[in-house]
């Protein structure tokens, strides 16, 4: 007894540990983020930079304005949750309760590898067939365009949402699903009016999962999206916040550097805002 209860202790000890490092490791960043980036804000000034409309950092008279990254972000990030959920949720409810399980075997070692795909692939893929195919189907100069983007965010955050939705209705006891179909419901009544209900929290935090993911890429939108500082259009070449840091960091110096830096707090901000809001909706109607 003595010994299980010192290794309890160890085995407390170790996951305090790497609760601390990781809390730890989060105020790091947030404090380098803080102290890079409000040096540039102030220079700037805090309306000019969140809402100016131009943003030409290597033009003889720069200016910093990132409101069309913003604008561009939010609106990608929403087309892909609005693509991307109904589609994963669906899948999830079919894999879960009524596919097979041959077909969930198959489709399961499938989204595990679509999962397991490096970034960088989808927007390769994205840029030689899903641009083109976007060109030619609406007849425009070029299918870069955030709404090549959208897709591409919408079949990446597909793996995401359909395994933590389909671990959440797995979850779900089946006395509750004999119950509803003894009362006299058909499966899919079942389904959607019990086990989904039940599974809930967990569906939600699949969506906050899928959130995080279309809000932070980078590497795929800027292959597919044209990567142009312009107001955001569904069928323009267009820059996300993500995008932005990443194409001109690596020549970037002085005031550039700066705002560079002042567009990842915005970003990392933005994030923490979605997170805290749907995490505070879900602690809600959880309650409720």
Not at 24 to 45: F, K, M, R
Request: charged residues 10%; proline residues 5%.
């Amino acid at each position: 007894m003595k010994k299980n209860k010192q290794l309890e202790n160890i085995v407390h000890g170790i996951f305090l540990i790497c609760g601390l490092i990781t809390v730890g490791c989060v105020l790091l960043i947030t404090i380098y983020l803080v102290i890079s980036g409000i040096p540039a804000i102030l220079e700037i000034g805090l309306v000019p930079f969140l809402f100016g409309e131009t943003w030409a950092s290597t033009a003889a008279q720069p200016a910093y304005g990132i409101l069309p990254f913003i604008l561009t972000s939010i609106y990608g990030t929403a087309g892909a949750i609005v693509l991307g959920v109904p589609v994963g949720f669906m899948t999830a409810v079919y894999l879960s309760k009524i596919a097979s399980a041959k077909v969930k075997s198959v489709m399961e070692a499938a989204i595990s590898l679509l999962a397991g795909i490096p970034s960088v692939v989808y927007g390769l893929v994205g840029m030689l067939v899903l641009v083109p195919a976007i060109r030619k189907a609406f007849n425009i100069p070029d299918g870069a365009s955030l709404f090549a983007a959208i897709i591409v965010l919408a079949i990446m955050i597909l793996p995401s949402i359909i395994k933590v939705s389909m671990t959440a209705l797995d979850a779900v006891p089946k006395e509750y699903e004999d119950g509803s179909l003894a009362l006299g419901a058909t499966p899919i009544e079942t389904y959607f009016r019990v086990s989904v209900p039940a599974a809930k929290s967990g569906i939600s935090a699949a969506v906050v999962l899928g959130v995080g993911r279309a809000i932070g890429e980078a590497m795929a939108v800027m292959m597919v999206s044209g990567n142009a500082p312009n107001m955001p259009g569904l069928f323009e070449s267009v820059r996300f916040l993500t995008t932005a840091v990443a194409s001109e960091m690596s020549y970037s110096s002085g005031l550039q550097q700066q705002a560079l830096f002042s567009i990842a707090l915005v970003l990392f901000l933005f994030i923490m805002l979605i997170n805290a809001t749907l995490n505070f909706f879900m602690k809600r109607s959880k309650e409720g």
